[in-house]
């Protein structure tokens, strides 16, 4: 079997036509860095999903693995465009396990997303150590209809938008909790064996935002392991808290407008999240 530090897995659509995202994600992780350990490995494991994955021009794709370094592999894989980020982690899941590959933490993104500052692996990995089943980002919404205070999720209150029903739940049930989705590599087969399938969406469906997306991925996915008696760290929902933990891309490849500290060791780092509520 070969064990990672950590895979670093990607959810990204053809149809976004942001490549550049993909390697600014590529140039961070290589970047990363652990406190105490030099010889730190990590798989980047890039889903590309598309209606007709067929047909696909994989040129642009392939000669992202070029990127390589000693320490961070690259692979690319190629799925039908189904369950947004939720399928993602699902497929890749799938994909490592056949090829008898693990890690000890793993965590999907979106392509537009990425850990802010070098030193986030120490972080990730205190927290996870807490118990929690992922570490993933608190939605909040101005259409509320739930402000339930949870005591066994690190955020004060939940908010629920009243748009959202997911399937076999009360709306007092529902947890808005979305990607990225990091967890240590082992949550997966306990996940897989509480609730099966990540997602209820359609293996066979394209790609639908508000089912697959929504109600079956963001909203879904958290509300089946809530309720299944799993506990989730929610990064706190403003935008300036998120920003202290995840470096926005947007398709134009621009940087996060708060601009990037620089800290030279992880008690800096940690100090600053802190500050902003999310440890």
Known sequence: ???????????????NERIICLKTQIEKLISTKHSSKKDFKILCIISIRSNNKYVIDKSPYELLKDMST???????????????????????????????????IIGTWEDDAIFKHDLWFDVVEELLLKDYIYIGSLHETHNIINQKKYSELNYKFNYTADIVRVPGFEISQVFWVEDPYILFFKNLKIIEEKIGCFTRAKQGEEYIYGTHGIIHGEVGFPTRLVNAGFKIYGIPSSRRSQESFILFL??????????????TNIEGYKNELKSQGII
């Open 70 to 104: 000693d320490n961070l592999d690259i692979e690319i894989i190629y799925n039908f465009n189904w369950g947004g980020t939720v399928g993602t982690l699902w497929d890749t899941y799938k994909y490592l396990t056949i090829n008898n590959i693990s890690s000890y």
């Open 250 to 263: 947007d398709p134009f490849n621009e940087l996060s407008k708060s601009g990037s500290k620089t800290y």
């Open 1 to 15: 079997m070969i064990v990672y530090d950590y895979i670093h897995s990607i959810c990204y659509w053809d149809g």
